[in-house]
Structures are given as structure tokens and as C-alpha cells.
């Protein structure tokens, strides 16, 4: 069978989240890193396959265009329903994306109908009454008011997307959905009579996302967060829409060398890089120690550590040392010299024979994967909800490389990431 779901998302660790949980039904599942080059024809494509985009806060004129261009390979490679996956807090301004991109996309599918549910219950996000929750605050009052890029200070998701569309915007509410598919289904058929194409529908429990599934799985263009889509794999198994697992290929036999790399200073990084150590040899990065005298230290570090030790390069650092480095470089100056640093080190680690990466940080993952060579992944076992391992090519070596964003994971996230590929694990 060929490709059959085709999703495309809006960042790049939000496209790993929801590789990650749709992997974890054993369909065989693809993350592309943007659209890619070669015709879906020369490339070995999966049941599943993940369009990463970078398109959050892109002009709505390009992030379209990007969308649509993501759609058209989809569509090639034969994929028949399609996932438009965003932000769980539904980051997106007046001016935001996530309504055009939806609007855009089902002009080109010629479909009327579409769902809008960033829900994700295991992680704190719910809707009730059309109103979005981070734990038990509404969003407004979350600490997304205060983001930098897209300040939420409204919670209630039909007045969120309602300028963001031409088509009227309606609630499938809580009472509905807590009656099951059918009553899910008699509602969006109602609304649909009533000409009202965009439905946010509430969500407060996995079983609401399973419902919700199950009424809309018929929908050529589903959008949400990675929640809404976690039950689609089985639900298309069932209607033998999707072939049932077995498809996947062994993991392969690789090296057992190792490299943890972070640029991430969130606060569950901080805490896993300081965890870490504990166990590895670690090497410090400092943005203002690389500005002055280059990186050649952190290479001459790495080239004498074993390949199969267990190693570390971080540039992790308290908000104190970060502002510090910020002020005498400029914030982009700062992040752009530790991401470069990264990047060059994994590249020489790669070259040293290492095969298993993990890399900590958003931004960071991108600047690593763009330096190996990488566009697409090979979605494999899951660490931690949303961080799947991954496998990919790189100089035509095969690598296991794992990519984290800031808050993801416990505090044992590294050691459990390289025990996760122990054949015995
Ligand atoms: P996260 O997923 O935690 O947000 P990112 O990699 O997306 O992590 O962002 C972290 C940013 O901070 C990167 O641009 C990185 O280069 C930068 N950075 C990391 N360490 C430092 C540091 N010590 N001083 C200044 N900037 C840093």
C-alpha cells in the first residue's frame, strides 16, 4: 500500500511530536524536513508521511504558498486524507495562519468541512465550550499571554479563528461530543446544512479525542494539534485503509557510539544536561569564549574523546549566563554562534564514527540537521511522548539521531534515549 495519510505542520518539533504519536500505532511513518526536492516517485515513501514547515509566523501569503506546495507532493504521492497540524496552544495572531492555511487547503481539496482541535489531554491543553486550556488556566491567562512571537490573550478559539477566515466558524461543544461518534456526526451534518465550514470542537479527555476521530475520519482535511491524529492510524486499519503494521523494517545494527548535543536552556534541559553529566564527560560551550577565539577548543575536546564514550557538548546555561552572553553579543549573535558550533560538532562526530545523536533544542535541532546533510526521518520507537527516535542518512551513513525541544522529557531523558536503542531494551 502507498501513501495514505499526508500531514503537514507548522514547525519543526511540533512534526516530530506528531510523527512520534502517530508511529505509535507501528504504521511505518515519514518526517520530511520542508518540501521535498525529489518527485514522491524517486523516494521510498511511507503509510504515513510528515511534511515539516517552518511556517508559524511566516507572512499568511507564504505560508500558503509553502502549504500548498507541501499538499501537492502529498497528493502525488498518493495520500488521500490529510492532517494540517499546529500549535496545541494554537499560537497564531489576527493576522495568523492556521485559518488561511486551512482555508487554502480545503479550496484545493474541494472540501466544505473541517475541524479545528489543538486539544492535547496527556499534556494539560483541553477545550470546553470553545475555550482553549493550558492546566487549569485559560489560555489567556496562561503564560502564552506573555510569547514573544504570538501573545494569546483571548481563549476562546472561535473568536481566535474567525478573522482569520472568509467562512463562518461554529462550536461542536462538550455536550455533543460527550455522546459519542454519532452524536458528533448528526452535529457537523446540521452545520453543515447551515453552510458553516470551520468547527472547533471541544475536547477535554483522550476518549472525547477518540470520538471525535471517529466522526471525522471520513474528512478529506483534519486540523489540530498531534492529539486529534494519534487515534487516525488505527481507525484507518480498520476500514483496511492503511496496511496493519508488519510493514516496518527492522531497526538496524548500529554503533554504539554516542553524542548528546544541547543547546536548549529551558529549564527540563537544564535539569537533564546537569543529570547527564553525572554520567558523561562533558564539554561547555561558551558563546563568549567562541566569539573571541573560535571553536577549535570544543573540536580538539571531541577528537579526544572514544567514539563509544559517552560524551556530551552543551551550551546550556542559566537565564543569568544566557542574558549575560546576550547583552555582550546580541541575542541572535549569541544563538547563532552556539548553533553554528553545534552543527560543525556533529558533523565531526559523525565523522569520528558516531551514529547515535541526541540533540536537546528546537533551533538547535534544526541547525544539526541541517548541517548532517538530513531531510528526511525514518520515525521509530518513542522515548518520551512526542520524542520519537529517528532514522536517517547522513554522508551515506545510517544514523539514530533524537530531537528535543525544550520542555520534553523527564530528567532522565538522556541516559533512557541511548538505553532505548540497547537491542535489549
Ligand atoms: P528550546 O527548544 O529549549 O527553545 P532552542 O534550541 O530552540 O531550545 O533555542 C535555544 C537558543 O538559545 C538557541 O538559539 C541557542 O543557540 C541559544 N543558546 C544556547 N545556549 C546559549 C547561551 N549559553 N547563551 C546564549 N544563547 C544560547
Request: some cysteine; charged content about 20%.
Amino acid at each position: 500500500m502507498g501513501v495514505f495519510l499526508g500531514c503537514i505542520a507548522d514547525d519543526f518539533t511540533g512534526a516530530t511530536d506528531l510523527a512520534g504519536l502517530l508511529a505509535r500505532s507501528g504504521v511505518k511513518v515519514s518526517l520530511r524536513m520542508g518540501i521535498p526536492k525529489e518527485n514522491p516517485e524517486n523516494s521510498r515513501t511511507s503509510a504515513i508521511e510528515v511534511i515539516a514547515l517552518k511556517c508559524r509566523t511566516s507572512p499568511v501569503g507564504e505560508a500558503v504558498d509553502e502549504t500548498l506546495g507541501a499538499l501537492a507532493w502529498l497528493r502525488q504521492a498518493g495520500a488521500q486524507r490529510f492532517f494540517w497540524k499546529y500549535c496545541s496552544t494554537f499560537d497564531s495572531t489576527a493576522k495568523g495562519n492556521i485559518g488561511p492555511v486551512a482555508e487554502a487547503l480545503m479550496a484545493a481539496l474541494e472540501t466544505d468541512q473541517t475541524i479545528y482541535c489543538p486539544a492535547f489531554p496527556e499534556n494539560g491543553r483541553s477545550i470546553y465550550m470553545g475555550n482553549l486550556f493550558v492546566g487549569e488556566l485559560p489560555l489567556a491567562e496562561s503564560p502564552m499571554k506573555d510569547h514573544p512571537l504570538t501573545p494569546m490573550r483571548d481563549s476562546n478559539l472561535m473568536r481566535l479563528l474567525a478573522p482569520q477566515v472568509a467562512k463562518p466558524v461554529g462550536l461542536v461543544n462538550h455536550l455533543t461530543v460527550a455522546k459519542g461518534a454519532d452524536a458528533i456526526r448528526e452535529k457537523i451534518s446540521d452545520m453543515q446544512t447551515s453552510g458553516i465550514s470551520h468547527l472547533v470542537v471541544d475536547a477535554v479527555a483522550n476518549v472525547d479525542l477518540y470520538s471525535i476521530a471517529e466522526a471525522c475520519m471520513d474528512m478529506k482535511l483534519l486540523t489540530g494539534g498531534s492529539a486529534i491524529a494519534m487515534p487516525l492510524p488505527a481507525l484507518f486499519q480498520k476500514q483496511g485503509l492503511l496496511a496493519v503494521a508488519g510493514e516496518n523494517e527492522p531497526w538496524p545494527e548500529l554503533a554504539d557510539t554516542s553524542i548528546v548535543l544541547s543547546g536548549s536552556c529551558s529549564a527540563m534541559t537544564r535539569e537533564q544536561v546537569h543529570r547527564y553529566l553525572k554520567q558523561a564527560a562533558g564539554y561547555k560551550l561558551d558563546p563568549l569564549h567562541l566569539a573571541k577565539h573560535g571553536m577549535d577548543a570544543a573540536r580538539e575536546w571531541l577528537l579526544l574523546q572514544p567514539a563509544e564514550s559517552k560524551k556530551m557538548i552543551y551550551a546550556t546555561a542559566e537565564p543569568a549566563e544566557v542574558g549575560k552572553a546576550q547583552e555582550a553579543l546580541g541575542i541572535e549573535r549569541a544563538g547563532k554562534l552556539v548553533e553554528d558550533a553545534l552543527a560543525d560538532l556533529a558533523v565531526l562526530a559523525r565523522n569520528m564514527g558516531v551514529r547515535r545523536f541526541v540533540i536537546a533544542g528546537g533551533e538547535t535541532s534544526g541547525a544539526v540537521t541541517k548541517a548532517l546533510g538530513i531531510d528526511s526521518l525514518r520515525v521509530g520507537p518513542e522515548i518520551a511522548p512526542g520524542v520519537p527516535w529517528n532514522l536517517s542518512q547522513s554522508a551515506g551513513e545510517t544514523i539514530a539521531i533524537t530531537l528535543k525541544s525544550g520542555n520534553f522529557g523527564t530528567g532522565d531523558f538522556f541516559e533512557t534515549a541511548l538505553r532505548k536503542l540497547k537491542p535489549d531494551a
